[in-house]
């Protein structure tokens, strides 16, 4: 069993629409988990970080943390073009410690 | 601040050759970390070096290898080329309790 599962997609949506994006988790040692987003040919960029169960909100983006299932999400309201991408989900162990990544869904948002 | 930097972006090897990657860490940070990422994957630990010296290591083999200088900016040096090693090579860095901002990454092609 692969420490981080992530669907891999890909994923199409419509112009506005809500997208969910989720991965689970084999290890509960972990308290950190960040989402990151990944450009084609680019490196990734950090979209949240959160270290506790719940949810964090910035902007159109939602994190959400359900340790006692093992199980993150990434929201995204009201979807752009420009959020098409790779969303990569992680955990750690915190302190600078390596991330494990999930293999990534691929998303596309159509006009 | 220029963000973590990579060089070169793109390189094409032969097999059984050796090559080179470096990263210049972004301001502030002291720990680099190396990933690989072939295509349709998620980014894989490889080492992570602080204070000049390894710290962590993935489970990658000993062609695999890598070195900080004093001013923290680190290379990642493979040997003995394999065609599997073509893949998008990722630096990250980040400081105690930060997390990791990653570079635009070295593609490397083996033929």
């Known amino acids: 069993q692969k420490e981080v599962e992530q669907d891999p997609g890909p994923l199409s949506v419509p112009e506005g629409a809500i997208v969910s994006l989720n991965c689970t988790y084999s290890?509960?040692?972990?308290?950190?988990f960040m989402w990151y987003r990944q450009y084609s040919r680019k490196g990734p960029e950090l979209l949240m970080y959160?270290?506790?169960?719940g949810n964090k909100e910035d902007g159109r983006f939602t994190a959400q943390v359900d340790k006692s299932s093992k199980y993150i999400s990434l929201f995204i309201r009201d979807s752009q073009p420009s959020d098409s991408a790779t969303y990569l989900c992680?955990?750690?162990?915190?302190?600078?410690?390596?991330?494990?990544f999930g293999t990534g869904t691929q998303l596309k948002v159509e006009l | 601040d220029a963000g973590v930097t990579q060089s070169p972006t793109h390189l094409i090897k032969t097999r059984g050759q050796q090559v080179t990657l470096r990263c210049s860490p972004k301001?502030?940070?002291?720990?680099v970390s190396w990933y690989q990422q072939a295509l349709g994957q998620g980014p894989q630990f490889i080492f992570q070096?602080?204070?000049?010296?390894?710290?962590q290591r993935g489970n990658f083999p000993d062609r695999f290898s890598g070195h900080q200088f004093p001013n923290y900016s680190s290379e990642l040096n493979v040997n003995a080329l394999l065609l599997g090693d073509s893949a998008l090579y990722l630096c990250?860095?980040?400081?105690?309790?930060?997390?990791?901002?990653f570079g635009q990454g070295t593609r490397l092609t083996v033929v």
């Open positions: 990250a860095s980040s400081s105690q309790n930060t997390e990791a901002f």
């Open positions: 290890n509960s040692a972990f308290q950190y």
């Open positions: 959160t270290y506790s169960s």
């Open positions: 992680a955990r750690t162990a915190g302190g600078g410690n390596k991330l494990t």
């Open positions: 301001s502030g940070h002291d720990t």
């Open positions: 070096y602080y204070e000049e010296e390894e710290r």
